[in-house]
């Protein structure tokens, strides 16, 4: 089948449109949580918002908006988060569990900095640690609420607990395939697989399953892509050249 169409509804002002609308209709239907939850963050962390500066479309760094699940002060160390990491506290972790954390980038959706479907925006040490000819194709779009990876590692987090050096382990193995399976996702997308993501993305956690046999039809070949094993080799980039550091 003949793919014409690129992203949800296309690109330009019917995009626009669409992010508009759903970001919006969201933000209306989950207000009362998202303003109880708001007035927990500023009681608990003084700020209403957890701030931080990622890299938006055309490498440009935006503000993204969270809302805080770990200490306010918590020390310096590894930069990824694991399963059960101490930095995260109860109240975060519940928030953590079913992504509501997450909701605030509804915001970053309505001031056009993110759409729904897309690549996930990357720290700046993030995407200083893959080639920058590659980080500039992926981020020709939007970077997304959810996308392509967001579903593959929605357990993400697991995989790091259970590895010996989780930073080492995020960035050598689980960032690089990150990349290049969102630069797999971005030759074959449409409206419809960017629609499907939006389904798959809450039914992930609970269903990996599911999530996986859908994901096989976007993107053939994704688990040699979302495989992380001890010293497994960084995969090949779907372009051109290797996702190395």
């Known amino acids: 089948m003949r793919r014409t169409t690129v992203g949800l509804f296309g690109d330009g002002m019917p995009r626009r449109l669409v992010d508009l609308g759903l970001a919006g209709a969201l933000l209306l239907m989950t207000s009362p949580l998202f303003l109880l939850l708001l007035g927990v963050n500023r009681l608990w962390s003084g700020r209403p918002f957890f701030r931080q500066v990622r890299i938006g479309r055309d490498l440009r760094p935006f503000v993204l908006l969270k ?6 002060t ?3 160390g590894t930069t990824v988060t694991v399963a ?3 930095r995260i506290t109860p109240y975060g972790r519940i928030l ?9 980038q509804f915001l970053n959706v309505l001031r056009g900095e993110m759409t729904l479907v897309g690549p996930r925006p990357l720290t700046p040490n993030e995407v200083d640690a893959i080639p920058r000819h590659l980080a500039a194709v992926v981020y020709r779009a939007l970077p997304g609420v959810t996308g392509a990876s967001a579903v593959a590692f929605a357990h993400e987090e697991r995989l790091l607990a259970a590895a010996a050096d989780p ?4 960035f050598d193995e689980i960032l690089p ?3 290049a399976l969102e630069l797999a996702y971005a030759r074959r997308r449409t409206w419809g697989s960017d629609l499907l993501l939006l389904l798959l993305t809450p039914l992930a956690p609970a269903a990996p399953s599911l999530a996986r046999r859908a994901l ?3 993107v053939p070949g994704w688990q040699a892509l979302s495989e992380v094993r001890a010293g497994a080799a960084r995969p090949a980039a779907a372009d051109s ?5």
Do not use: A, N, W
């Open 167 to 170: 930073q080492r382990t995020y």
């Open 84 to 86: 059960h990491d101490r």
């Open 216 to 218: 096989i039809r976007l």
């Open 74 to 76: 918590s020390p310096g």
């Open 96 to 104: 953590r569990s079913v992504k509501l954390d997450e909701l605030p």
């Open 67 to 72: 809302f805080q699940t770990m200490t306010p």
């Open 177 to 179: 395939r990150k990349i």
């Open 241 to 245: 050249g290797q996702l190395t550091r």
